[in-house]
Each structure stands twice: as structure tokens, then as C-alpha cells.
């Protein structure tokens, strides 16, 4: 994994804008001749903005994708019997009319449609992976991005808890490392193609307001996460972690987040995984402020920050001058070589949503490739 060793660099969470028929095959479920074209060619787009854009490390924008968390479903054998959205979370007692508001996030969690483990979890998704890895290669090699760092997104086992639901396995535990079995043949094909392994993992913090921890402590929560680490590094044991990052986010949608665990809590517990960068949300209203708790806990040696310096759930497009200020708060305290410059999410975490304008997407990751610059005239 590259670092800051002469400027800041600049990378993202994994999702961006699709092309609008791309788009329609995806929500239509069409997976054939045709979408495996399409897909091609999107991926060669996207990749190529991103480098015009003037990003560093880039992936495949995850356009391939109807969603970044159930694609695994298509991959992985068990999931079965649509049930809808998963159970509300607990902030949605705190604010039911918000909730309840037809454009409120409640609406956008509905849209996604939710397979239950039924069945034993085994692998089935070569053919479709390795399209993904070639479908990248051949955009990298198009934009002339050879040797640099790109990387490709993949399922940790949390987050297929986190929107499938067991019902096979007769435990939690026993759920999860299975998942985490399966899926080990994802990640090891993505890191002996090339590319960093990026592992999402909402359910490390965002697990915090599923109705199981409702009525339980801020310690059980810890312990759960632990579980999840475990699993997580169980599957990523051959793969080294300076080739690995992972996310770690709350949800990435604009409400009042007043249940957020905070980072203080689980930032510890975190720094446990294998991956050596850990990608944080860092620009929003309710966490723009964790960045002083690495003043007193640091960061671990071979670790590498990718903080969020834009918000993923406004079209309000940061100022340069607002990311740079907060590249450098970051790089003045873990040091400016373990600050990669990213974004708190995704901006097309699921093809039916287009929170952020795709224009202004663009803009908005234009002004963190700006706010890299300005940060970095500072920081060398």
C-alpha cells in the first residue's frame, strides 16, 4: 500500500456514479451478455474519470453492483427467500416521524432487497469475480494507471450479517466464520490479481443500532465487533495487511445519527483487524470531531489513516481550503505519512440511490484532490 511520503494522496470509499443504462439492467436484474458488455465498458469510464479527476488510488467504482453489501448473494450459495428490509434500527424509535417521512432514509433501506441464509454458505462466484478483475485490469491498463495502487471492494462477514439475516445456522458465530470461509476465496483472488483488498465493515460501528443491542451495553457491542474481527482476520490470513484496508462506518445516510457508538468506544477494538488502513468517516456533523482521540491513543505502528475530508451524504460541495484543514489536523497527529485523504462513504452504496447528484459527485471529489494539494504545500 502506497504512502504519503511527498504529498497527501487522495483515494475514496468504493462506490460512485453508474451510467444511467448500466444502471437499468442492474435494478431489472439482467445478468447477460449484454450487462457483462455494459459492465466493461463502465468500469473503463469510471476509471478513467477517476484518474482525469486526479485521484491516486482508485477501483472500479463498484458499477458492476446493485449494492455493495448484497451482491454477495449472487455469489454465495444459502440466500434465498426475499423478506424485505431488515428490522428498523433502534434510532428510528428515537425519531419516528423522520423516519417515517416518505423521503426519509427509513424509504431508502426499504429499497433494498434483503435474501435470508437458509441453506449452507459455500462459495459459487468465480466467473463473476474474475470479470470484475478483468473488466479493472483492462480499465487501469486503458488510463495508463499500471503500477500504481488500485483496489477492489469485497464483503467482510459482519456486513453480510448486517443485511442477511441467518436463519440456518444455529448460532451467530457459526454463521459468521462460515460466511467468512467463503468468502476467503474472494479476497484471496483479489490480492493475487493485484489489487488492495478493501474490506467493508459497517457492522464494527453501525451494528450498534440493530435492534439486538437495543437493551445491551456499550461492552457486549465490543465484544461482538471482537467476533467480527476474528472472523475477519481468520479470512484474510493470507493475505498481508499492508495490502489490505478496510471501512468502517455509522450508515451512510443523512439523519440525526444521535445513536452513533462513538469512535472512542471502538477505535481500539478496530485497530485490532489484520488490514493495515482503516478508511473512517471524518467530515460529517457527528464525527468530524474523532480526529482528537488519535491524539491520545495514536496510531499503531503500520497502520495508515484514510479519513473522511468529504461527506458522502450532502450536495454541498466542501471547500478546499475545509479539506486541507482537515488533512492536516490529521497529519499533525499521526504523522503526514499515515494519512491517505478519502471520503466518509460511498456515493452509490446502492443502484437505486442517488443521494449526491452524479455531477456533483465529481465536483466534490474534485475539491478533495484540491484540499490534497493545499494540504500538502503545508505539510512538505
Known amino acids: 500500500m502506497q504512502r504519503s511520503t511527498d504529498r497527501i494522496l487522495t483515494t475514496h470509499t468504493g462506490s460512485l456514479p453508474r451510467r444511467p443504462d448500466l444502471l437499468e439492467m442492474l435494478l431489472d436484474g439482467r445478468r447477460d451478455a449484454a450487462f457483462d458488455e455494459l459492465a466493461r465498458v463502465g468500469v473503463t469510464e469510471v ?3 477517476q484518474v482525469a479527476c486526479g ?3 482508485v477501483n472500479d467504482g463498484e458499477v ?4 455493495f453489501a448484497t451482491y454477495v448473494t449472487e455469489r454465495l450459495s444459502g440466500f434465498d427467500g426475499t423478506i424485505g428490509s431488515r428490522s428498523p434500527h433502534v434510532e428510528t424509535t428515537m425519531f419516528p416521524e423522520f423516519y417515517a417521512a416518505p423521503e426519509g432514509p427509513a424509504a431508502f433501506v426499504k429499497a433494498i432487497t434483503v435474501l435470508a441464509c437458509i441453506g449452507p454458505v459455500t462459495w459459487q462466484g468465480d466467473e463473476q469475480l474474475q470479470r470484475d478483475i478483468a473488466n479493472v485490469k483492462a480499465a487501469v491498463a486503458a488510463a495508463g494507471r ?18 442477511q439475516p441467518n436463519e440456518h445456522y444455529a448460532t451467530h458465530e457459526e454463521y ?4 467468512a470461509d467463503a468468502l476467503k476465496h474472494e479476497y484471496d483472488q483479489i490480492h493475487e490479481a493485484g489489487f488492495i483488498l478493501q474490506l467493508d465493515c459497517p457492522d464494527l460501528a453501525g451494528g450498534w443500532n440493530r435492534p439486538e443491542f437495543a437493551d445491551r451495553t456499550v461492552d457486549d457491542f465490543r465484544a461482538f465487533a471482537r467476533l467480527h474481527i476474528e472472523a475477519l482476520n481468520h479470512a484474510t490470513r493470507d493475505i498481508p495487511p499492508e495490502r489490505m484496508r478496510m471501512h468502517v462506518c455509522w450508515g451512510n445516510f443523512e439523519g440525526p445519527h444521535v ?5 472512542a468506544e471502538i477505535a481500539e477494538v478496530v485497530l485490532g483487524a489484520r488490514p493495515a488502513g482503516l478508511s473512517l468517516e471524518g467530515a460529517n456533523p457527528r464525527h468530524g470531531h474523532e480526529w482528537a482521540i488519535f491524539e491520545e491513543m495514536g496510531l499503531p505502528d503500520g ?16 471547500h478546499p481550503e475545509l479539506v486541507a484543514q482537515r488533512i492536516v489536523r490529521y497529519a499533525e497527529v499521526v504523522g503526514r505519512e499515515n494519512v491517505i485523504a478519502g471520503c466518509d462513504c460511498g456515493f ?3 443502484a437505486r440511490s442517488d443521494v449526491v447528484h452524479p455531477t456533483v459527485t465529481w465536483t466534490k471529489l474534485g475539491a478533495l484532490v484540491e484540499g490534497a494539494r493545499l494540504a500538502s504545500e503545508r505539510l512538505w
Open 47 to 49: 476509471v478513467g474519470q
Open 146 to 163: 499500471e503500477g500504481g495502487d488500485v483496489f477492489m471492494s469485497a464483503a467482510s462477514p459482519g456486513l453480510v450479517w448486517y443485511y
Open 303 to 318: 497502520k495508515v489513516l484514510i479519513p473522511g475530508v468529504i461527506d458522502s451524504t450532502t450536495n454541498f460541495v466542501e
Open 259 to 263: 445513536r452513533d457508538v462513538p469512535l
Open 64 to 67: 458492476a453492483k446493485a449494492s
Open 55 to 57: 485521484l491516486d488510488v
Open 348 to 350: 452509490a452504496t446502492l
Open 176 to 179: 459468521l466464520f462460515a460466511v
